[in-house]
């Protein structure tokens, strides 16, 4: 069924870098994606989000693009801190509200 | 107030208890969901409430059973869970189910322990 995916599970960045965490989703009529940063024993909080009209969308230190053509989805995170370290996930609208999650990428930023 | 609020924040249950989650917002949203997490997996849908009626149930089993019973509170009542049942319990919130905006809000999860 449709799904959406991530390409890696992990991802380990050094402090100041820049971090690239990538997404893939299968459904072409998708119209809304959010980007959401889970802590352990936290819920999911809300990072960026962005509609299917735009291909970019900047937040502080984030940074969301959209590439309809091939189905993909990324987050830029620049001059990564320690407070990143976290689960990140990307979600893709459904109807009804349905939120559908890719897997996740662990973030782990090294001081 | 921007918080979804979800009580307890932990709760461990025999297999033959009752029990509630409760969740709460104060955002004048009128749509919420419960989404069910197992450990290093994201978060699946549960159910979805749409001015206070249920809109979704993903195929839910009966023995969780959820309520609205007003605009800003959210239940999810437990009957003879499964130790496989346990999982992070998810509430979250949004202005409506469609179109979906900004404001799709979780709030901090109940750990559930089956034993």
């Known amino acids: 069924g449709e799904s959406v995916g991530l390409h890696l599970p992990t991802l380990s960045v050094q402090e100041g870098d820049n971090s690239i965490i990538n997404c893939a989703y299968s459904n072409s009529a998708s119209d809304y994606f959010i980007w959401y940063k889970q802590e352990s024993g936290k819920g999911p909080q809300f990072i960026i989000d962005?509609?299917?009209?735009?291909d970019k969308r900047q937040g502080q230190r984030v940074t969301v693009l959209l590439n309809k053509t091939v189905k993909h989805l990324s987050l830029q995170i620049a001059a990564t801190q320690p407070g990143d370290s976290a689960v990140y996930f990307c979600?893709?609208?459904?109807?009804?509200?349905?939120?559908?999650f890719g897997q996740g990428t662990e973030l782990s930023v090294k001081p | 107030d921007t918080e979804v609020t979800q009580t307890p924040k932990h709760l461990v249950m025999g297999m033959t208890n009752k029990k509630s989650l409760k969740c709460e917002q104060h955002?004048?949203?009128?749509?919420m969901y419960w989404y069910k997490q197992k450990a290093k997996k994201p978060p699946e849908l549960m159910f979805v409430?749409?001015?206070?009626?249920?809109?979704i149930n993903e195929s839910v089993p009966s023995r969780f059973s959820p309520e609205c019973p007003n605009s800003s509170l959210l239940n999810l009542h437990l009957h003879a869970l499964q130790p496989e049942d346990s999982a992070l319990y998810l509430c979250?919130?949004?202005?409506?189910?469609?179109?979906?905006?900004?404001?799709?809000?979780f709030g901090s999860g109940t750990r559930l322990t089956v034993v």
């Open positions: 409430y749409s001015y206070e009626k249920l809109s």
């Open positions: 979600a893709e609208n459904q109807e009804g509200g349905k939120l559908i």
């Open positions: 979250a919130s949004s202005p409506q189910t469609a179109p979906l905006n900004y404001g799709y809000t």
């Open positions: 955002m004048g949203h009128r749509a």
């Open positions: 962005i509609r299917s009209n735009m």
